[in-house]
C-alpha cells in the first residue's frame, strides 16, 4: 500500500456505488433517527452551516475550558474495511464514517463549545437542547489544526446554566496505517487450498489504540481523562468481520442501500475515560472461560486452533480472581475481552473490558516458549487486569499523575502474578528500583508527579511513559509498603479504590486513603519523593557515625539543594535484628549507631534494598562487607549482595568512590550462583564493557570475566548440553546468563557448544531447549557466516509462533558482519520484513552489538523524520530508542552528534523526545568524564587481575 496521508491510501472506494456520507447518511437513518423520530414529530432539515471565521492562535492552554461536562455519548462508527479480500470485485477501503451525540451538562453560561477532534472531517454538526428538538444556532465551526486539536464551535443563542445539551456531529476519517488512533493491521492467514499446500492469504482488521490522547482521531470527544461519561457504541461494519469493544455486543445483520451490513450494539459502559475506549473489526476466532467473569481470549484462527490461547485463558482467570481478593473489588463490567494483535506499538493496552496485546504477549505454546515467555504473558497480563481498578475503575485526573495508575499497576502485577504461581518478587529490585536509579541520576530526570500545568502537549504526555512513572513509581511504592507494613499498605488501598470508584483522583487521595491505615506520617514521609526529582546517597562514616545526604547525581552540577526523608533500615554484622532510622531533611547527623567501634563489624544500610536510595560508606566498612562477602556471602541477604554491587559501581560513576571498591566486589561471584547478585553484577559489568570495548582495556575485562564466569558456566553445562534447564526459576536466568556471558567473552567450549547445537539445528534437528535458544542463536550467528545468518532470517520468515520469531529476530543482530547488519538495519524500513512495531526494538539490539553500534546511530539519525513524524506510534518509543542507541557514547565526537540533533530539532521546534534527547546529553557527558579519569585505573585493575 501507498504510504502517504489522505484518501490515497483507500485503494477502491465502491465508485459509482456508494459515496462515504451517502452511506453514513443511510445507516444513521436506518439505525438512529428511526428512534428518533418515534419521539419527535420530525421537522425541516437545518439550513447547512457554513463553517465561519475564528481567529487562529493558539488558546491559552491546551486544556479544554470548564463551562461543559460530558455525561454521554452515543456513537456509531461504520469501517468500510474487510477482513479478505475474496474475489477481484471486494473493494477494499481504509475509511470510516460515523456519527457521535454527547450529552453535555452546561456549568457556566456560554456560546462556545471546544472539545477534540483530529484527522477527522466533520461534515455535519449540529448542537441541540437535551430531550427537545429545539436547535441552538451554530454561527460557526472549526477544528484547530495545531496542538491543541480542538473542534471549537461557535453560537449565536446562549446555553444556559444547568441545562444539557446535545452536540451531533457526523464525520469521516481514515483507518490509519501507523499504529495509534483507529488503524489497520495486515497479517497472513493459513488457507486450506484444494491441492495439497496450505495457502498464505492476507488478511486486514481494524482496530484502535487512544491513550493517551487520540480517541479524538476516532470521533470528536471531550478527549481528557477527567472527563468521563457513560458511552454507548454502535459498529456497523462488513459481513465477515466481527465487532469488538469495551462492553458486550449483541450484532445483527442488516441491510443498507442494497449492501449486507452487520450492526454490533454494545451494551451502555459504566462512567470511564475516552482513552480506555476500544474497538475491533476482525475475523478472528476466540475461545472463552467462565468463573462469574466471563474471560474470552481472541487470535488469530490459526493461534486458537493451536491451543496457543488456552494458556493465557487460565492465567487471567487466576490473577482475575486473585485481584478481586486482594482489592476487596468485583470486577465491574460483564466480560473481559482480551485480543492477540499483530501489531500492537505497546506490550499491552488496558482498555477496559477490552484489553489489547501484542501477539508475544498473550499467545503461549509450550513447544517453542520459554519459561520467560510464560512469565512475561502472567506478568502482562498483571499488569493489564490490574490497571482495570487502577486506571479504568479510578482514573488520575490529568497526565501528570499517570504513575498513580502504571506505578500501582506495576507494582501490584508482583503480586498478582503470584496467582499463577511465579515469586519474582524480589526481582523488583532490579526490574524497577535499579532500572528507576538509572534514569533518576540525570538532572534531567524529572520528579514522579509534575504540576498538572507542565505537561499539556502530546509528547509532553507521551514522554511520561517512562521508567520514572512505571519503575519508579512501583519502587516508592514498595518503599511506602514497607515503611508503614504491607498489611496496612493494602488496606489503604483498599479503601482507596471504594471511595473513589469511578472517579478522578490526585496523588494525595492515595496518600490520605494510607494514612488512615497507619500512625507513620505517610504524606510527610511521601512527599518528598513524589514530589521532588531524583533520590539522594546516603553517606554513612562508620568511624564517626556521621550520616548524610545528597541528591545523587551522575554528573555533579551545582545539585538542588533538596533532601529527603530517609527510612534508613539497617543491620550489622552479627545481629540479624533489622532496625530502623529516619534521617530527616536536615543537615548531616552524628548517629551512634552507626558508630562502629569493633574491627570485624561491618554496618549494612537499606537492607532489601527497600528504600529508594543508595548507601556509600567509609572504604574501611566498604572492604569489611567485602571481606564477609569472600569469607561466607550468604550472611548478606541476596538482594543487598546485588545492590551493594550496583551501588558501588555506581557511585563510583558519579566520582564519589573509587572504582576499584566496586570492581573488588565483583570477586567473590565466583561463590555465588544467585541470580540477584550476577545479574546485578553482569549490568554494571556491562556498562564498563560498553565504555570500554572500542579501546585496549577490552582485552584484560574481557579476560577477567571469563574466568568469573566460568563457574557459573559449568554449573549448568550439563544442563545446557543435554538441552535441559534447572528446576529453581532464578537458576533458570542464571543459566541463561552463563551462556551469554560465557559465549560473549570467549569461552571456547560455550562458542563450541553453540555452534555445534546450531548446526544440528541446521540440520533439521533443533534440541535447544527453547529457554536457551536466544543466546545460542545469538552466539552461533555471531561467530558465523552469511549461511548461518541466512538460515536463521528464513526461519524468522517461516516461524509462526511470535515468542520463536523474536528469538530469531534478537539473534540475527547478533553478526559481526557490517554488511548484513547494514541490511538487516533496512529492513526495519520494511513492514513486510519486520513489523512496524518491531522497528525500535530490532535497531536497538542492533544497537547493541558493538559492531552495530555506529551503524544503528547512523541509521537513526539518517531517517529522524521517519521516526518522528511519519511513523506515528514511534512518538511513544522515540525515547527508547535514542537510549538505546547512544548507550556506548563517551567520546567528544558522539556528544558533538547529540548536540547537533539537538540543534536541528529546536531549529524544527520539535518537542518530541526532547526529554529524552536532554537525558543521552547529560549521560553522554558524564561517561566523557569518567572514562577519562578511570580509563588507566580500570585497565591497571583488570590487568592486576589476571
Ligand atoms: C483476479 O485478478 C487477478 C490478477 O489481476 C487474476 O489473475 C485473476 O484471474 C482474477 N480472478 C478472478 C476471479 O477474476
Ligand atoms: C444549578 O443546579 C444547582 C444544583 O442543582 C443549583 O444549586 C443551582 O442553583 C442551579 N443554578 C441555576 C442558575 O439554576
Ligand atoms: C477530508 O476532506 C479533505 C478535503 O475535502 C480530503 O482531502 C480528505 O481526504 C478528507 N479526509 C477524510 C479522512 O475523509
Ligand atoms: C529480605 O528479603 C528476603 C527475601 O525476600 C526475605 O526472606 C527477608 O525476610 C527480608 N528481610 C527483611 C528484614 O525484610
Ligand atoms: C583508586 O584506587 C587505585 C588502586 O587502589 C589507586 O591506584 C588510585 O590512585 C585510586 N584513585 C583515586 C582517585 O583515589
Known sequence: ??????????????????????????????????????????????????????????????????????????????????????????????????????????????????????????????????????????????????????????????????????????????????????????????????????????????TSLLKPTNARKVFPCFDEPALKAVFRITIIHKPGTFALSNEKGGPHQTEIDGEEWIVTTFKETPIMSTYSLAFTISDFDFKTRSSGTNINIHARGDAINAGHVDHALEVTEKILVHYQKEFGSTYPLSKIDQIALPDLSVGAMENWGFISYQESGLLYDKHTASTFDRERVATLIAHELALQWFGNLVTMRWWNDLWLNEGLATYMSYIGVEADGWDIRDLIVLRETQTAFQVDSLNSSHPLSLQENYIQTFSQITELFDDITYSKGA?????????????????????????????????????????????????????????????????????????????????????????????????????????????????????????????????????????????????????????????????????????????????????????????????????????????????????????????????????????????????????????????????????????????????????????????????????????????????AIATGDEYDWEFAWKEYQRATVPAEKDKLRYALSCTKEIWLLNRYLQYTLDPSKIRKMDMVSTISYIAKNVAGQPLAWDFVRGHWSYFTQENGAGAMTLGSLLDAVTKRFSTDVELEELKQLQREQEEKNQGLAARALEQVIERTEANIQWVKENKQIVKDWFTGEL
Open 475 to 779: 519502587a516508592v511504592l514498595r518503599m511506602l509498603a514497607t515503611f508503614m507494613n504491607e498489611d496496612a499498605f493494602m488496606k489503604g488501598i483498599k479503601m482507596y479504590l471504594a471511595k473513589f470508584e469511578y472517579k478522578n483522583t490526585v496523588y494525595k487521595d492515595l496518600l490520605k486513603c494510607l494514612q488512615e491505615e497507619t500512625k507513620v506520617d505517610v504524606e510527610g514521609f511521601m512527599s518528598t519523593w513524589i514530589e521532588q526529582v531524583g533520590y539522594p546517597v546516603v553517606t554513612i562514616i562508620t568511624q564517626t557515625g556521621e550520616t548524610s545526604q545528597e541528591h545523587f547525581l551522575l554528573k555533579q552540577t551545582q545539585g538542588h539543594g533538596i533532601a529527603w526523608q530517609v527510612d534508613i533500615r539497617y543491620n550489622k554484622a552479627g545481629d540479624d535484628t533489622v532496625k530502623s532510622y529516619m534521617l530527616e531533611k536536615n543537615g548531616p547527623v552524628r548517629q551512634p549507631h552507626f558508630l562502629l567501634q569493633d574491627k570485624d563489624v561491618w554496618l549494612l544500610a537499606n537492607v532489601n534494598c527497600t528504600g529508594f536510595f543508595r548507601v556509600n560508606y567509609d572504604e574501611e566498612n566498604w572492604n569489611k562487607l567485602r571481606i564477609q562477602l569472600e569469607r561466607n556471602h550468604h550472611v548478606i541477604p541476596i538482594i543487598n549482595r546485588g545492590q551493594l554491587i550496583d551501588d558501588a559501581f555506581n557511585i563510583a560513576r558519579a566520582h564519589r568512590l573509587n572504582v576499584t571498591i566496586a570492581l573488588g566486589l565483583t570477586k567473590y561471584l565466583v561463590n555465588d550462583t544467585e541470580y540477584i547478585p550476577w545479574e546485578s553484577a553482569l549490568k554494571n559489568l556491562d556498562h564498563l564493557i560498553l565504555m570500554f570495548d572500542r579501546s585496549e582495556v577490552y582485552g584484560p575485562i574481557t579476560k577477567y570475566i571469563r574466568n568469573l564466569i566460568t563457574q557459573l558456566y559449568d554449573r549448568f553445562e550439563e544442563y545446557t548440553i543435554n538441552g535441559t534447564i534447572p528446576e529453581k526459576h532464578t537458576d533458570q536466568y542464571n543459566q541463561v546468563n552463563a551462556i551469554s556471558v560465557a559465549c560473549s567473552n570467549g569461552l571456547t567450549k560455550c562458542i563450541k557448544m553453540a555452534r555445534s547445537q546450531f548446526e544440528d539445528y541446521k540440520n533439521g534437528s533443533n534440541h535447544i531447549h527453547p529457554n536457551l535458544r536466544k543466546e545460542i542463536y545469538c552466539n
Open 1 to 206: 500500500m501507498a504510504k502517504g496521508t489522505g484518501m490515497t491510501k483507500v485503494l477502491a472506494i465502491g465508485i459509482g456505488v456508494l459515496t462515504v456520507s451517502s452511506v453514513c447518511a443511510l445507516v444513521m437513518m436506518a439505525v438512529m433517527y428511526k428512534i428518533q423520530i418515534d419521539k419527535y414529530p420530525p421537522v425541516s432539515p437545518p439550513p447547512p452551516i457554513k463553517p465561519t471565521v475564528i481567529p487562529t492562535g493558539l488558546p491559552p492552554t491546551l486544556r479544554l475550558p470548564d463551562n461543559l461536562i460530558p455525561e454521554r455519548y452515543e456513537v456509531f462508527i461504520q469501517p468500510y474495511l474487510y477482513a479478505a479480500i475474496t474475489n477481484n470485485y471486494t473493494n477494499q477501503s481504509f475509511a470510516f464514517t460515523g456519527q457521535s451525540t454527547v450529552k453535555v451538562q452546561c456549568m457556566t453560561a456560554s456560546r462556545s463549545i471546544f472539545l477534540h477532534a483530529q484527522n477527522l472531517n466533520v461534515t455535519t454538526l449540529e448542537v441541540r437542547k437535551s430531550g427537545s428538538n429545539e436547535k441552538l444556532s451554530v454561527s460557526g465551526y472549526k477544528i484547530h489544526h495545531d496542538e491543541s486539536h480542538f473542534l471549537e464551535i461557535q453560537l449565536k443563542d446562549t446555553m444556559t446554566v444547568n441545562g444539557t445539551y446535545d452536540i451531533v456531529t457526523k464525520f469521516e476519517g481514515e483507518l490509519f496505517d501507523g499504529l495509534d488512533g483507529f488503524y489497520v493491521n495486515r497479517y497472513t492467514e493459513k488457507v486450506k487450498a484444494e491441492e495439497e499446500e496450505d495457502e498464505d492469504q492476507e488478511r486486514f482488521l481494524a
